[in-house]
């Protein structure tokens, strides 16, 4: 299954998901302007329209005024044009969602699902605020990982640079010296070592550069195909550590878009085949394929999440009570704040377990080649010493 991002160009489905509607597949993907298909916006300004426009309506102003209103006080160029169709599209008689489904990169099935529930339930502004609602915590939980990620991301491109600084331009002079002090003395193995090393990187240098380069272009490539993405997937959720946090993400992730889809009223089934696309997972969409089709076929929400091992108890135990007390949305959004705060808290322990990790490993590396080098330094002074 291809999971589409939050700008990616509609869904893009398997032949697994053949059996969501057609009209969620991006059956108009031929029929919308190639224009309004390439506009691309960033995702805080987006959040930022959203929980504007919310605001205008809640405020009892008409959809066709506010919009227009948007489109005076906008300065970004491609939103304001943007909102500039929307208005158009509104004043000629069509419906938001309508319009909002020929901009596949900017709004999402998420977003364009939401929005077309609230159109058929008489409640706009509370599915927009909804939505604001839902992006500005998927904002924040992203900034969360990335500045997570940041530091041991950074310190293993700094140690790279280091050693690969020490052993183009530094060593060779070292050898330069030991060959003109030593005059052909035997060096200690580990300075061999380190000297035969810099050897070999200086002389495939190139060739090490172009092969890291065919080897980053073979590999998306290879992610690209549905096996290679779905190898990659198993993968990760197997990774010690990480895995399990990005388990805790995802299922943070379909809980809060599956219960947001619920609470707006779309119904049960386009609510799984949306929340499948925004997991970004294949893994998590396969599985959540094999719900829909239960789910379709009479079978409970929480019995079919129960025959899925990706699922934990905790999830389907919650799900069944919310199913049973009519309180399914509510009882999602706390799965889905429970596995946020487990994963905050993954967050912190493993950056304060990565920390001095990358330090002892970069002392280590580095502390080696300085030995290295200066053991027949000492041996040298010994020499003149005797």
């Known amino acids: 299954m291809s999971i589409a991002h939050d700008d990616d160009e509609g869904a893009r489905l398997s032949p697994e998901f053949a059996v969501f509607p057609d009209w969620m ?11 309004r298909r ?12 959203t929980r504007n426009l919310a605001v205008m309506l809640k405020a009892g102003l008409p ?9 005076k006080q906008e300065k970004s160029r491609p939103l ?28 999402n099935r998420l977003y364009v699902n939401m929005v077309r529930a609230g159109e058929t339930g008489g409640f706009p502004d509370v599915a927009l ?14 900034g969360r990982i990335k500045v997570a990620m940041i530091y041991p991301i950074v310190v293993i491109l700094v140690s790279v640079v280091i050693v690969a600084l020490l ?14 002090v030593l005059r052909g003395a035997a060096l200690p193995p580990l300075t061999q070592l380190v000297i035969g090393v810099s050897v070999k990187v200086d002389a495939y240098l190139l060739w090490l550069l172009i092969s890291a380069g065919l080897l980053i272009a073979f590999g998306k490539a290879l992610l690209r195909t549905s096996q290679g993405e779905r190898a990659l997937h198993w993968i990760l959720l197997r990774f ?25 009223g779309v119904p049960i089934l386009d609510a799984l085949s949306v929340s499948a696309d925004v997991v970004n997972n294949r893994i998590f969409g396969e599985a959540l394929a094999s719900v829909y089709n239960r789910v379709r076929d009479g079978e409970s929400l929480a019995g079919s999440l129960g025959r899925e091992e990706i699922f934990p108890h905790m999830v389907t135990s919650m799900v069944e009570v919310g199913e049973a007390t009519g309180e399914l949305p509510p009882m999602l959004e706390v799965i889905a704040q429970t596995f946020d705060e ?14 001095p990790i990358m330090i002892v490993a970069l002392a280590l590396v580095v502390g080696t080649i300085v030995i290295a080098l200066f053991l027949p330094i000492i041996s040298i002074i010994e020499n003149l010493g005797g």
């Open 129 to 142: 605020f909804r939505l604001a609602t839902f992006m500005e915590e998927n904002r924040r939980m992203q």
């Open 240 to 264: 010690p550590v990480f895995g399990g946090l990005l388990k805790k993400v995802s299922i943070s992730r379909f809980c809060r878009t599956f219960g947001t889809l619920i609470a707006s």
């Open 38 to 49: 390439m506009v691309r916006i960033g995702y805080a300004r987006l959040t930022l329209f």
């Open 25 to 35: 597949k991006d059956s108009h993907a031929l029929e919308i302007d190639r224009g």
């Open 63 to 71: 959809l066709l005024r506010s919009l227009e209103t948007l489109e």
């Open 342 to 355: 487990d994963t905050d808290q993954a967050l912190v322990a493993i950056s304060s377990l990565i920390e």
């Open 80 to 107: 304001r044009n943007t909102i500039g169709f929307l208005a158009d599209d509104v004043r000629s008689g069509g419906m938001l969602s309508e319009s909002l489904v020929t901009f596949p990169r900017v709004f």
């Open 167 to 180: 052993m183009i331009f530094v060593v060779p002079k070292f050898q330069l010296i030991f060959d003109d």
